[in-house]
């Protein structure tokens, strides 16, 4: 009995979401095997923001920019496939190298600017493991045109279990570099880090095959017109800027955190840790199901179903209560989750206070999260650009506010909540302006 293309369908159906959660999970496994070998320590805050850049660019390009290889990929099959995997090739290739090294050499004022409260020594280290971790950013990156000519035949692995990867590689080489080599500064998760990344890289190479593998060698053998990379590269830079708005709001917390004492900033981030996992979950199940819908209905008729717009209230108002529960057992939570090794019950204390505030964002973030997506689906991504300023804007706004009113980690924490609700805000306006805009118009026309 033969398997046919329905029942693969089928076990692709099941495959990408179970992946997707396998990777969400080891994210989260990362998380706690840093809490055990570091704790709260400076070591790890170092480690926080050396690798957070190399570690979002990594993570938020990787979907828009196979989608963008995939169509071209897919378009070139049809006329000249050899000239169009040329070209995806030699755009990732030249994308990736001259962000890597634009981030190398800059890291001096990155470690200023993203860092300012740090010792000279704290930030002189912060250099040296920031230029390690953006390897972690230059293999995942490599490994994006492999991901989708395989997705373009169809094939889901190893592509939907890249961050599976690349976190499971990460805790391999951060337990082996600890208890084999007894590496317990800062070096140790950066170099686990670049490890990950290559492992993410490395699985794709062996996955392609002998000849898929010879077909990239030819492809980069010869140079192609640097106008027929120019489409590709605007519309990969359009997304990096966007998606670096996006992580703003984190990136600035953690500058503010760096100079309010050891401990601090590595009790945010485990908060942080905790708030998008399930924010990631509640996001993630909900677009599975909500997104190829919403996507066809936009398509026919130009607009979200009602019944659309019911699920998404019905998801925010689970993922506002889901939240409210956290905040209520945030303790026994952090506890249950990370007290262990090097983190103590003074690091349980402080996360969990930070963690409870932040759970209190769960709601509007989970709804800012399907509202871009409904924008994406209309192709709208330069509104998704002008709302990601917005809200670097006003989380910018809120933390100078806290600062001028000396607030400490907590208040810190709870701007979170009031950015994310910001957001929300513009981002219904902007979904729903249009339909406005098309209801006032159909009466005056009635009229």
């Known amino acids: 009995m033969t398997t046919g293309p329905s029942a693969n369908m089928l076990f692709n159906k099941f495959l990408i979401p179970a992946l997707v959660a396998a990777g969400l999970f080891a994210g989260f496994g990362r998380e706690i095997v840093l809490a055990y070998l570091f704790g709260t320590t400076r ?3 170092i480690f926080r923001v050396a690798f957070g850049l190399p570690s979002v660019f990594s993570d938020s390009l990787a979907v828009s920019f196979v989608a963008i290889l995939i169509r071209i990929l ?116 950066a170099y686990a880090a670049a490890m990950g990344g290559a492992t993410v890289l490395g699985v794709h190479i062996i996955a392609l095959g002998t000849r898929d593998r010879k077909r990239f060698a030819v492809s980069l053998s010869s140079l192609p017109r640097f106008r027929d990379l120019v ?23 953690r500058a503010v955190a760096s100079g309010m004492g050891e401990g601090m900033l590595a009790g945010l981030e485990y908060s ?94 989970v709804l800012a999260l399907l509202l871009a997506q409904v924008l994406l689906l209309h192709g709208r991504q330069r509104t998704v650009l002008t709302a990601a300023i917005f809200k670097t804007i006003f989380k910018i706004s809120s933390l100078w506010w806290v600062l001028q009113s000396n607030g400490d980690i907590f208040n810190v924490a709870i701007t979170l909540a009031w950015t994310e609700f910001a957001m929300s805000v513009f981002l219904i306006v902007a979904v729903c302006g249009p339909t406005i805009r098309n209801l006032n118009t159909a009466e005056g026309q009635d009229s």
């Open 43 to 45: 070591e790890v805050e």
């Open 272 to 365: 942080y840790s905790l708030t998008m996992a399930v924010a990631a979950i509640l996001a993630t199940s909900a677009n599975l199901t909500l997104a190829p819908r919403m996507g066809r209905a936009i398509r026919d008729t130009g607009a979200l179903a009602g019944s659309h717009v019911v699920h998404i209230i019905l998801i925010v108002v689970a993922a506002t209560a889901i939240g409210g529960v956290l905040a209520f057992v945030a303790e026994p939570i952090t506890r249950l989750v990370f007290q262990r090794g090097a983190f103590d019950n003074a690091a349980t204390e402080l996360t969990s206070g930070v963690f409870r505030l932040h759970a209190l964002s769960l709601g509007p973030l």
């Open 231 to 253: 489409p590709i590269l605007s519309a990969i830079g359009l997304v990096l800027v966007s998606q670096l708005f996006l992580s703003a709001g984190r990136l600035l917390d």
């Open 74 to 189: 897919l378009v070139g099959e049809q006329l000249r496939p050899a000239r169009a995997l040329r070209n995806a090739a030699w755009a990732t290739l030249a994308f990736a190298c001259f962000v890597f090294l634009l981030g190398v050499i800059t890291m001096p004022w990155q470690a200023m600017i993203l860092a300012p409260g740090m010792t000279p020594d704290d930030q002189a280290r912060l250099v040296v493991a920031g230029q390690v971790c953006w390897l972690t950013f230059l293999f995942v990156v490599l490994s994006l045109p492999i991901r989708a000519l395989m997705s373009a035949r169809g094939r889901v692995w190893p592509g939907a279990a890249s961050q599976l990867m690349r976190s499971g590689g990460f805790i391999m080489a951060a337990i082996a570099l600890v208890f084999v080599f007894h590496w317990r500064d800062i070096m140790a998760p």
